[in-house]
C-alpha cells in the first residue's frame, strides 16, 4: 500500500463506516414491517453483536477478552451511556419532533465531540475544524430537508435531540480515551455488551409473540446481518480509525452517514433528490475533502 493512500486510509475507514451506518434504515424497515418496536432493535442490534464479537475473539484471540475492573467505567461511558443513550434519545426524538428535525439534532454530535476532545485530549479547535462543521451541519439540513418541516419543535422534543447528539459525541470521547488501554476489538465487545445488559431488561424481548416471530429464518438473518454490518464492522472501523486521526476530524466525517441515507433512499426506494438535497451532499463532501487537504498540509 503506497504512503499516500495510508494517509487517507482511516478517513476511508471511518467513511465506510459511516456509510454502513447509513444503511440501518434498510434492516429497521424490514424488522417494523415484522411489527418489533424500536427498542426490540436497538437490543436485536446490541445483543447480536455482543455473540458474534465474543465467539470471534475466542477463536482468534482470548487475551483481547481481559479488561481491568477499573476501566468499566470507559465501557459504562461508550456502551450505556453512548450506545443506549443515544438511540432512546434520537427515537424519542422522532416521536416529538419529526425524522428530518431528529436527523439534523443528533449530528450535532460533531459539535460536542469538537469542544469534549478540547477538554479532555487537548486538541485544538482550529478554523478549519469549525468551517468544515458548519459547512457539514449546512449540508446535512439541506439533505434532509428541514425548511420543509413546518412543524414546530416542543422544548423536550428539541432536548431529547440535543442529547441523542451528545450521546453520539460520548462514544467518541470514551472510545478515543480507552484505547489508549485496549485493543479496537475489546473495545467494541464490552461496548455492546454493557449495552445489551443495560437494554435487555428494557426492551421485552422474552414476551411469546417475538420469540415465536423468532423463529422465521428470514428474521433471524436479517438480525445477524444488522450485528455484523452497521455494527461490529462499522465500530470496528471507525474505532480503529481513531487510533490514527484526531477525534473531532474523525466524527466530522462520519457525517457522510445521511449522505448514504439518502442515497439508499433514493437507490431502493424511488425517493427523489431536489437542488437544495444535491447541494447538501457537495457541501459535505467539500468539508470532508478539505479536512484531508489540511491534514497533508499538516503532514508536510
Request: no cysteine.
Amino acid at each position: 500500500m503506497s504512503p499516500k493512500l495510508l494517509k487517507h486510509l482511516p478517513y476511508l475507514m471511518v467513511a465506510t463506516a459511516a456509510i454502513l451506518w447509513g444503511t440501518i434504515g434498510i434492516y429497521i424497515d424490514l424488522l417494523n414491517t415484522w411489527g418489533f418496536t424500536s427498542i426490540e432493535i436497538v437490543a436485536f442490534r446490541v445483543i447480536t453483536a455482543t455473540v458474534l464479537l465474543f465467539f470471534y475473539l475466542l477463536i482468534r484471540d482470548k487475551s483481547l477478552l481481559s479488561i481491568q475492573i477499573s476501566h468499566l467505567y470507559l465501557f459504562f461511558g461508550t456502551g450505556v451511556l453512548s450506545i443506549s443513550f443515544f438511540n432512546w434519545s434520537y427515537f424519542t426524538a422522532i416521536g416529538e419532533t419529526s425524522l428530518s428535525v431528529a436527523v439534523v439534532l443528533l449530528y450535532t454530535g460533531p459539535a460536542f465531540v469538537v469542544i469534549m476532545a478540547r477538554i479532555f485530549f487537548k486538541e485544538l479547535i482550529t478554523p478549519q475544524k469549525l468551517t468544515a462543521l458548519f459547512l457539514t451541519l449546512l449540508g446535512v439540513v439541506l439533505v434532509v430537508e428541514l425548511f420543509s418541516d413546518t412543524g414546530k419543535i416542543s422544548l423536550y422534543g428539541a432536548f431529547v435531540g440535543i442529547s441523542a447528539g451528545f450521546g453520539f459525541a460520548l462514544y467518541t470521547i470514551f472510545s478515543k480515551a480507552a484505547l489508549r488501554k485496549y485493543q479496537p476489538l475489546t473495545i467494541i465487545f464490552y461496548t455492546f455488551l454493557m449495552s445489551s445488559l443495560f437494554i435487555t431488561p428494557l426492551s421485552g424481548l422474552v414476551t411469546p409473540p417475538t420469540l415465536e416471530r423468532l423463529q422465521d429464518l428470514n428474521i433471524l438473518l436479517v438480525i445477524i446481518s444488522l450485528g455484523i454490518f452497521p455494527t461490529v464492522l462499522a465500530y470496528l472501523l471507525y474505532t480503529e480509525a481513531l487510533g490514527r486521526i484526531e477525534a473531532g476530524k474523525a466524527s466530522i466525517t462520519t457525517m457522510t452517514e445521511p449522505i448514504a441515507a439518502t442515497l439508499i433512499g433514493v437507490i431502493l426506494y424511488g425517493e427523489i433528490l431536489n437542488f437544495l438535497q444535491i447541494i447538501g451532499i457537495l457541501l459535505v463532501l467539500l468539508s470532508v475533502l478539505m479536512i484531508q487537504i489540511r491534514n497533508n498540509k499538516n503532514r508536510k
